[in-house]
């Protein structure tokens, strides 16, 4: 006797029941061994029939895709609702952008994390006043001041504060401390003007990066400021940034613990499977906030350069012209957009009605298939990498290259909070940056070959091109080892029930010790293999 698709719905139902009773103590061990027999016996008597591949699939479609699409949607609807008001606002009402974006961004934050929004505004109420009258009683500029209040406030949640409610607003209050520290290294460096309170709140409770970040220096925000049209790249980008995040919150949860079979029992594939679920999910992430800042009309913004593309008139030729400098931003591109009037002109007419919306937060593809880990480094948050970059890495590297890499990564341990897990994450994967880079650029001269950390450019003077037989074998080799040691980073991301609260560092040390620890004693023997060389 056979039974249909429905049927074995029904029996699955029944066993996820029983098996819930179990883990409740609702039945004895002896009774849910009996029924999971009681099954088998029915399975080899062909009374239920093998599961078929549309009958998985109808399955994964009713018990994961649609429940999680539901509540991806109810995350990201307030959020673009949000910054499509502003969006109106900003286009219509020119002269209420700040106000309005300082209104709208306090309601979403309030309606998201309820009352841990509490620590957010008691943090930026504390560096408005540092920021007001820092210089009057200390000896140091506003960002170094800026830098330790935000540091010693994130610490001090982590060290005494409920683990639960921390770890929910500690995405927004990280984004908070990277706006205002870059803000305050802004004023310092004269490359922006002072903004009033109006102007402080609408840039620390952006509605576009409030939630989801990504970070946007203050010359950023106001480039909404500017008040591009309605164009038809607009919608598409909005719509593409929003279908992939979606996608990518799908692959995470419902497509990426089926990669490998129920019975595969090998610890590297099974750690690669965790892994990458984890940068699914970070890449659903970083595509709701590209979203979020389309939505609030924030203009093209390349994350190498911060600058925005194009204006009207002069301007436009002024921009394209600084537009091939080098590093995270502009001096002269960030100090001439704070210098301009805080609401542009009036008149429809005046204003810039089209503009490329590209906006750019990670790029999945760099990360998946790596050159190497400098590559994964730059690609996973590109704004954050650009923020560490100007505000950290180029203020230490007068103590040399190590020493500013370190710096810099312990800077990132402090802003996502003093926890153990991502503390060691964050350190180790800038100890295996830097080795990999010292060592692959030492072999490009070595074999003078295009094997460095970064693609070398067509007119490079290396004999051995990048499309040379040795150069292809030592580059493949470098990204298969960058995804061995993504693998063993990212192993201890998993969905158990500490995700709530925080990884221990037990729970960080035993993951690592399944593994062997074996991608720590690789890079060992990578720095080893340097010194020797």
Same mark, same amino acid.
């Given at each position: 006797?056979?039974?249909?698709?429905?049927?074995?719905?029904?029996?699955?139902?029944?066993?996820?029941?029983?098996?819930?009773?179990?883990?409740?103590?609702?039945?004895?061990?002896?009774?849910?061994?009996?029924?999971?027999?009681?099954?088998?016996?029915?399975?080899?008597?062909?009374?239920?029939?093998?599961?078929?591949?549309?009958?998985?699939?109808?399955?994964?479609?009713?018990?994961?895709?649609?429940?999680?699409?539901?509540?991806?949607?109810?995350?990201?609807?307030?959020?673009?609702?949000?910054?499509?008001?502003?969006?109106?606002?900003?286009?219509?009402?020119?002269?209420?952008?700040?106000?309005?974006?300082?209104?709208?961004?306090?309601?979403?934050?309030?309606?998201?994390?309820?009352? /841990?929004?509490?620590?957010?505004?008691?943090?930026?109420?504390?560096?408005?006043?540092?920021?007001?009258?820092?210089?009057?009683?200390?000896?140091?500029?506003?960002?170094?001041?800026?830098?330790?209040?935000?540091?010693?406030?994130?610490?001090?949640?982590?060290?005494?504060?409920?683990?639960?409610?921390?770890?929910?607003?500690?995405?927004?209050?990280?984004?908070?401390?990277?706006?205002?520290?870059?803000?305050?290294?802004?004023?310092?460096?004269? /490359?922006?003007?002072?903004?009033?309170?109006?102007?402080?709140?609408?840039?620390?409770?952006?509605?576009?990066?409030?939630?989801?970040?990504?970070?946007?220096?203050?010359?950023?925000?106001?480039?909404?400021?500017?008040?591009?049209?309605?164009?038809?790249?607009?919608?598409?980008?909005?719509?593409?940034? !929003?279908?992939?995040?979606m996608l990518f919150l799908l692959v995470s949860t419902c497509m990426s613990t089926d990669v490998l079979d129920a019975s595969t029992t090998n610890k590297w594939l099974l750690a690669y499977q965790d892994a990458f679920s984890f940068r699914m999910s970070h890449y659903f992430i970083s595509f709701a906030s590209?979203?979020?800042?389309?939505?609030?009309?924030?203009?093209?913004?390349?994350?190498?350069?911060?600058?925005?593309?194009?204006?009207?008139?002069?301007?436009?030729?002024?921009?394209?012209?600084?537009?091939?400098?080098?590093?995270?931003?502009?001096?002269?591109?960030?100090?001439?957009?704070?210098?301009?009037?805080?609401?542009?002109?009036?008149?429809?007419?005046?204003?810039?009605?089209?503009?490329?919306?590209?906006?750019?937060?990670?790029?999945?593809?760099?990360?998946?298939?790596?050159?190497?880990?400098?590559?994964?480094?730059?690609?996973?948050?590109?704004?954050?990498h650009c923020w560490l970059k100007q505000y950290v890495f180029k203020s230490t590297r007068s103590l040399g290259t190590f020493y500013a890499v370190m710096l810099t990564y312990i800077a990132s341990s402090l802003l996502h909070g003093i926890n153990f897990q991502l503390s060691a994450t964050l350190l180790s994967?800038?100890?295996?940056?830097?080795?990999?880079?010292?060592?692959?650029?030492? !072999?490009?001269?070595?074999?003078?070959?295009?094997?460095?950390?970064?693609?070398?450019?067509?007119?490079?003077?290396?004999?051995?091109?990048?499309?040379?037989?040795?150069?292809?074998?030592?580059?493949?080799?470098?990204?298969?080892?960058?995804?061995?040691?993504?693998?063993?980073?990212?192993?201890?991301?998993?969905?158990?029930?500490?995700?709530?609260?925080?990884?221990?560092?037990?729970?960080?040390?035993?993951?690592?010790?399944?593994?062997?620890?074996?991608?720590?004693?690789?890079?060992?023997?990578?720095?080893?293999?340097?010194?020797?060389?």
């Open positions: 006797m056979m039974v249909d698709s429905s049927e074995h719905l029904d029996d699955i139902n029944i066993l996820d029941e029983v098996s819930s009773m179990y883990e409740r103590k609702e039945i004895t061990t002896e009774e849910y061994i009996s029924y999971l027999e009681l099954l088998e016996d029915l399975e080899q008597t062909d009374y239920i029939e093998a599961p078929t591949t549309l009958y998985r699939l109808t399955y994964s479609l009713w018990n994961c895709v649609l429940p999680v699409c539901r509540q991806g949607l109810d995350i990201l609807f307030p959020v673009i609702i949000s910054c499509l008001l502003m969006r109106a606002v900003s286009l219509r009402y020119p002269k209420l952008v700040h106000l309005s974006s300082a209104l709208i961004g306090l309601s979403l934050i309030i309606y998201s994390h309820q009352w /841990q929004s509490v620590y957010l505004l008691i943090l930026l109420s504390v560096c408005y006043i540092c920021l007001n009258v820092a210089p009057s009683f200390t000896p140091f500029q506003y960002g170094f001041t800026t830098a330790i209040l935000c540091s010693s406030y994130v610490v001090s949640l982590e060290l005494f504060n409920n683990p639960i409610a921390w770890n929910h607003i500690r995405g927004p209050q990280m984004i908070a401390c990277m706006k205002l520290i870059s803000l305050a290294f802004d004023i310092d460096r004269q /490359q922006v003007v002072q903004p009033n309170t109006i102007e402080y709140l609408g840039y620390a409770l952006f509605p576009g990066n409030l939630v989801f970040g990504p970070w946007l220096s203050y010359s950023q925000y106001r480039t909404v400021l500017l008040g591009y049209g309605h164009h038809r790249n607009w919608a598409l980008n909005l719509l593409r940034s !929003l279908t992939l995040s590209q979203a979020s800042c389309i939505a609030c009309g924030v203009v093209t913004i390349d994350t190498d350069t911060s600058q925005s593309r194009a204006t009207n008139g002069k301007r436009n030729m002024d921009r394209s012209r600084e537009k091939g400098q080098s590093g995270c931003s502009s001096s002269r591109v960030r100090q001439r957009a704070a210098s301009k009037p805080s609401v542009p002109s009036s008149t429809r007419g005046d204003r810039p009605i089209t503009g490329a919306w590209s906006f750019q937060v990670a790029r999945p593809l760099a990360i998946e298939l790596p050159r190497g880990l400098v590559e994964v480094v730059t690609n996973w948050n590109l704004p954050m994967l800038g100890l295996y940056s830097y080795v990999e880079f010292v060592l692959r650029n030492k !072999l490009s001269r070595i074999f003078n070959s295009c094997i460095g950390c970064r693609s070398c450019r067509p007119n490079c003077s290396h004999d051995n091109k990048k499309w040379s037989v040795g150069a292809i074998l030592f580059n493949f080799g470098f990204s298969l080892l960058s995804m061995f040691h993504l693998a063993y980073l990212g192993v201890m991301f998993d969905t158990s029930d500490n995700a709530e609260t925080g990884y221990n560092m037990e729970h960080t040390l035993s993951k690592w010790s399944k593994l062997d620890f074996a991608s720590h004693i690789v890079v060992g023997v990578t720095y080893a293999i340097w010194w020797l060389l």
